[in-house]
């Protein structure tokens, strides 16, 4: 299931449009299925920075109460989950990976379960307002974790473990 958003950024400004044509490849956007009691669901997705600019994902907008760059971090032998409102840096040239155990998107406040096929749209964010739509898939986590249903790997599943989402409880939805 490669899901390709390929955005060419030059409507970001004129100046952009009369030297080239960079671009962000977006693959592999997943969010695995939920409990139905589940208030929290993690996005995965990889991101290419194809142009000669640097790039940095700021944030992103989808049709939860919050969303929210998260990283996680091994604190005193604790994995921990910290927000990152200064996003993520894409170098011209790189590929960003947001993946379980480490770099990821949150999507906070759900009211219904997430189930296998549907698909949740949003909406990037990076440096100088550039926005870039994407649709995730809700996918049934794999009796592997480590691939997909197709066999490909699953992003962010080379590492496993809980996530510590201390810190996250309480905090008011962003408008």
């Known amino acids: 299931m490669l899901r390709t958003a390929l955005a060419f950024l030059a409507l970001a400004s004129p100046a952009l449009a009369e030297s080239h044509l960079p671009a962000i490849v977006i693959h592999d956007a997943v969010i695995f299925e939920t409990t139905p009691v ?17 790039y940095t994902l700021t944030g992103i ?18 994995m921990r989950m910290v927000p990152r409102p200064e996003g993520f840096d894409i170098a011209p040239g790189e590929t960003l990976s947001l993946e379980r155990g480490g770099r990821h998107i949150m999507f906070m406040g759900l ?3 997430l189930t296998d096929g549907t698909e949740i749209p949003a909406t990037l964010i990076f440096s100088d307002e550039v926005r870039i739509p994407v649709t995730f898939d809700v ?19 080379t590492e496993q473990g809980e996530m510590d989402h201390s810190g996250t409880e309480g905090r008011p939805a962003e408008d």
């Open 38 to 54: 589940a208030k929290a669901a993690a996005g995965y997705l990889t991101i290419t920075n194809d142009s000669d600019a640097p």
């Open 139 to 157: 996918m049934t986590m794999p009796a592997d974790p480590g691939t997909l249903d197709d066999g490909r790997l699953a992003p962010g599943m």
């Open 111 to 113: 009211d219904t379960q």
């Open 61 to 78: 907008e989808a049709g939860f109460p919050r969303a929210e760059l998260h990283e996680s971090v091994m604190e005193n032998d604790v």
